[in-house]
């Protein structure tokens, strides 16, 4: 089992960038590691995952050539010209890299079994 947090969350003004980064409670190289987000009211949506040997990032449109996802020994997104639609609360995950179904259903919330509690991203327009 992982535990995760993340950190990097704040309060910026639109176009500008933020850093988020997840550490875990043990190595995360036997883990597919992606990132979430929930506005309020609304339900979580996927960000962008990477898998264990750090190939294969994936985007939502979304935010696609905007954010880019990155893992050493933690996971970091890099969030560029932020939009006021980006504000929510952005959540790490993590599923076994042993889980297949990874490669077909990484923007599933339910693919995923450990999370982080989240932090929070608003941007101001």
């Known amino acids: 089992q992982v535990q995760l947090v993340e950190s990097g969350g704040g309060l910026v003004q639109a176009g500008g960038s933020l850093r988020l980064s997840c550490t875990a409670s043990?190595?995360?190289?036997?883990?597919?590691m992606g990132w979430f987000r929930q506005a309020l009211g609304k339900e979580r949506e996927f960000v962008a995952s990477?898998?264990?040997?750090?190939g294969s990032p994936s985007y939502s449109d979304s935010v696609k050539g905007r954010f880019i996802i990155s893992r050493g020994d933690m996971v970091y997104l890099q969030m560029n010209s932020l939009k006021p639609e980006d504000t929510a609360k952005y959540f790490c995950?993590?599923?076994?890299?042993?889980?297949?179904?990874?490669?077909?259903?990484?923007?599933?919330?339910?693919?995923?079994?450990?999370w982080g509690q989240g932090t929070q991203v608003t941007v101001s327009s």
């Open positions: 995950a993590a599923v076994p890299s042993s889980r297949n179904s990874y490669y077909t259903h990484y923007d599933h919330s339910s693919l995923w079994d450990y």
């Open positions: 043990g190595p995360i190289r036997d883990y597919h």
């Open positions: 990477i898998s264990w040997s750090g």
